[in-house]
Every structure is written in C-alpha cells, then in structure tokens.
C-alpha cells in the first residue's frame, strides 16, 4: 500500500506560479512512475505530466510544456510539479498518481495503481 498527500494548492491570479508536491509513503519510492493528473467539474481526468523512476524521463500534456515542470526526490520520496505562468484553465483539481509499471512511462489514469485525495488549483483572470 502507498499513501500519497499533495499539497502546494491555492488560489493564484493568472501569470502567477505554483509549485505543488506530493510525499510519498508506505514503499519504496523509487519504484514507482508518478504522475500529475487534473480534474475540472464536468470534465475528465486528465494527465499533466509524468516521470520515470530514475526521474530522467518526462512526458507533458502538450497544454502545459513550456510551463510545468515535474520532478522528483527519490531520497525525500516527494515528487513536484512547478507551475508557471498559470492560466484561468488550469483552474482544476490536481492529483498525484503512482504506477508500479511496467511500462517506465504511463500517461492514462487507468495505469495508476495509487492516487493522493486531490488539491485544488484555482486561477483567476
């Protein structure tokens, strides 16, 4: 079993930066492919980013590249997701999501094995 605990949520006003995080426990970290998902009412959840267990391979949702960054620390078992140059529309629920694979990269929520309980990401115009 993984539990998993975002935090970093808020409200921010557009052209603004979040950096959200999520920490990790019950096993080995690094085993795990973790990704962001996010989630606004009425729509889908859908990937934002994900990173490999070596934190060497990224994928982004082409909506965010340029202005998400994911990352992780094996050692303090969190990984992050830098958010720069916050829009309205990424106004959502975000998730943290952990995969125990294969593969080494998972973009689909049905690859995840474990989910955080959601933080809220709001964006003002």
């Known amino acids: 079993q993984v539990q998993l605990v975002e935090s970093g949520g808020g409200l921010v006003q557009a052209g603004d930066s979040l950096r959200l995080s999520c920490a990790a426990s019950?096993?080995?970290?690094?085993?795990?492919?973790m990704g962001w998902f996010r989630q606004a009412p009425g729509e889908e959840r859908d990937i934002v980013a994900t990173?490999?267990?070596?934190?060497?391979?990224?994928f982004y949702a082409d909506s965010v590249k340029g202005r998400f960054t994911i990352s992780r620390d094996n050692a303090k078992n969190t990984v992050y997701l830098q958010m720069n140059s916050l829009k309205p529309e990424d106004t959502a629920v975000y998730y943290c999501?952990?995969?125990?694979?294969?593969?080494?990269?998972?973009?689909?929520?049905?690859?995840?094995?474990?989910w955080g309980q959601g933080i809220q990401v709001t964006v003002s115009s």
């Open positions: 019950g096993r080995t970290f690094r085993a795990f492919v």
């Open positions: 999501a952990a995969d125990l694979g294969p593969p080494d990269m998972a973009t689909t929520p049905a690859q995840y094995d474990y």
């Open positions: 990173i490999s267990r070596d934190g060497v391979s990224t």
